[in-house]
């Protein structure tokens, strides 16, 4: 059950910010890591506009990486996104997916009109060029979804990463047609309620990640994050679950080729 061997499926780590500064001079090395511990492919998840390019150097150099195109909520830049941009940006065949974007109450305050501005030129962008949303959201929940319904999400759906709400906003997602994406988080020993949340989401809407290099998961907490260490997400959800790790492996890998498989071809 703790291993997997090279004929069964993969992980996939469906969020990483593999071009920050911290894995500069370390990609062999990471990559290196990943083929140990069975980690396939990663999604590489753009913040800014400035530093796409180097977001899809990453998915263009290599063909287990995949990239997104958004600016992150809170990049405090405020000038408005312009949903073009980010449709002309994402016809690029390595970009599957829009974000990550969505509102963040917890990090930036004041008037965040700004913000919600932001969140919904990606939303239509989305639309606009068909592929799914890597959505991030905050203390900012109910907001979220009264965007997310208002501006038709639910046409393209996606992702709602780093999960860490409640299990309403997690079926209220899943209606819209939304993933979730457990992080690292779920192996902490305060996630009480969220592991709770972890054991009930349909394995056909589950989805792992790391957000590295942020959250590194139990036993490596306080580290810097790299994708394989997703297998520690991923174990700990077939153990939450009661499932080996080989199913909840090709479950959540199948997941991520099924969602953002428009976007590949
Ligand atoms: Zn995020
Ligand atoms: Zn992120």
Same mark, same amino acid.
Request: proline share 5%; hydrophobic share 40%.
């Given at each position: 059950?703790?291993?997997?061997?090279?004929?069964?499926?993969?992980?996939?780590?469906?969020?990483?910010?593999?071009?920050?500064?911290?894995?500069?001079?370390?990609?062999?090395a990471v990559r290196e890591e990943?083929?140990?511990?069975?980690?396939?492919?990663?999604?590489?998840?753009?913040?800014?506009?400035?530093d796409f390019p180097k977001v899809?150097?990453?998915?263009?150099?290599?063909?287990?990486?995949?990239?997104?195109?958004?600016?992150?909520?809170?990049?405090?830049?405020?000038?408005?996104?312009?949903?073009?941009?980010?449709?002309?940006?994402?016809?690029?065949?390595? !970009?599957?997916?829009? $974000?990550? &974007?969505?509102?963040?109450?917890?990090?930036?305050?004041?008037?965040? %009109?700004?913000? /919600?501005? #932001?969140?919904?030129?990606?939303?239509?962008?989305?639309?606009?060029?068909?592929?799914?949303?890597?959505?991030?959201?905050?203390?900012?929940?109910?907001?979220?979804?009264?965007?997310?319904?208002?501006?038709?999400?639910?046409?393209?759906?996606?992702?709602?990463h780093c999960f860490t709400e409640?299990?309403?906003?997690?079926?209220?997602?899943?209606?819209?047609?939304?993933?979730?994406?457990?992080?690292?988080?779920?192996?902490?020993?305060?996630?009480?309620?969220?592991?709770?949340?972890?054991?009930?989401?349909?394995?056909?809407?589950?989805?792992?990640?790391?957000?590295?290099?942020?959250?590194?998961? !139990?036993?490596?907490? $306080?580290? &810097?994050?790299?994708?394989?260490?997703?297998?520690?997400?991923?174990? %700990?959800?077939? /153990?939450? #679950?009661?499932?080996?790790?080989?199913?909840?492996?090709?479950?959540?890998?199948?997941?991520?080729?099924?969602?953002?498989?428009?976007?590949?071809?």
């Open positions: 059950m703790n291993s997997v061997s090279p004929e069964s499926h993969g992980l996939v780590d469906s969020h990483c910010h593999l071009d920050f500064p911290e894995f500069d001079g370390k990609l062999d990943m083929r140990a511990s069975g980690v396939t492919h990663a999604l590489c998840i753009s913040v800014n506009l400035a899809l150097a990453l998915a263009e150099a290599y063909d287990n990486f995949f990239a997104s195109v958004g600016v992150h909520p809170d990049h405090d830049e405020r000038a408005p996104v312009d949903s073009r941009r980010l449709v002309e940006l994402a016809r690029h065949p390595r !970009v599957v997916a829009i $974000g990550e &974007t969505g509102l963040d109450y917890y990090r930036v305050s004041g008037d965040l %009109e700004w913000q /919600r501005e #932001r969140f919904r030129a990606h939303i239509r962008a989305a639309r606009e060029c068909g592929k799914p949303l890597v959505i991030h959201t905050r203390e900012a929940a109910e907001d979220t979804l009264a965007i997310m319904r208002e501006e038709g999400a639910a046409e393209v759906g996606g992702v709602m409640s299990q309403a906003v997690a079926d209220a997602a899943i209606a819209l047609g939304f993933h979730i994406s457990f992080s690292g988080i779920v192996t902490f020993k305060n996630a009480g309620a969220l592991k709770e949340v972890a054991r009930r989401v349909p394995l056909e809407r589950l989805l792992v990640e790391t957000d590295s290099p942020y959250l590194a998961p !139990v036993p490596h907490r $306080g580290k &810097t994050n790299q994708p394989a260490l997703v297998r520690h997400v991923a174990e %700990e959800l077939a /153990r939450l #679950r009661g499932i080996p790790l080989s199913e909840l492996g090709a479950g959540t890998t199948d997941n991520f080729f099924r969602l953002f498989k428009e976007a590949l071809r």
